[in-house]
């Protein structure tokens, strides 16, 4: 199902492009927040692999904290933030949060170098680790699990979209007097605009 009208999907790919044309170290770098079952938040940057209409796709294992927290709470928020662009872009993206399809997961799986696939198996995202000789032990236990052949996708990590509910685009201005344009769905699906102060 379609979320994102035209426009604003064809705002962020224009910034988007932008971004890479300014040089920015890595484009896709987006803060991921998310809370846990008593309301506290938690930050991290991932990286943002796929964006349409549909929304923006991040993948992880599914039994690290994110997660887990994004499977008993499926809200998250989004930033980009393009100091190169212009003089300085955010793109701030709150909604819904979906679990791919296998399909998808599997595909973009498939497109990682074999080194990342390989530490998808090694990895017990968020979970304590006792030295790094372990993780490196593990490391060296599934690429000899899986030498001479296709590493599958691990059962456990997937990718999450986000659908946007509010999409917001921050340009930074001169003493602070920002111009920040926010979009916002209704829960009929309606979108409607405005500006917002600095």
């Known amino acids: 199902m379609n979320i994102l009208p035209d426009d604003i999907l064809a705002t962020f790919d224009t910034l988007f492009a932008e971004a890479q044309a300014a040089g920015e170290p890595d484009r896709t770098a ?11 938040p938690s930050a991290r940057i991932v990286l943002l692999k796929a ?3 549909r929304g923006f796709v991040f993948y992880t294992h599914l039994d690290g904290r994110k997660g887990r927290e994004l499977q008993a709470n499926p809200q998250a928020a989004l930033l980009f933030h393009w100091p ?28 990682r170098p074999r080194g990342s696939q390989v530490g998808a ?14 993780f490196e032990a ?15 996708r691990p059962p456990r ?3 999450f979209r986000v659908q946007p509910r509010v999409v917001e685009f921050w340009h930074a201005a001169n003493f602070r007097l920002h111009e ?3 979009h916002e769905r209704d829960a009929s699906g309606h979108w409607t605009q405005r500006m917002l102060y600095p």
């Open 84 to 111: 190169r662009v212009r003089n300085g872009v955010q793109v701030r993206i709150e909604g819904a949060v979906e679990i791919v399809g296998d399909a998808e997961a599997d595909a973009y799986f498939a497109s």
């Open 138 to 152: 593990r490391l060296a236990k599934f690429e000899a699990e899986f030498e001479g052949r296709a590493v599958p």
């Open 157 to 159: 990590w997937g990718g």
């Open 30 to 40: 987006m803060t991921v927040a998310t809370v846990d079952a008593d309301g506290r």
């Open 121 to 134: 198996w090694a990895s017990q995202q968020s979970a304590t680790l006792d030295a790094r000789e372990t």
């Open 180 to 182: 920040r344009q926010l």
């Open 51 to 53: 964006h349409d209409a």
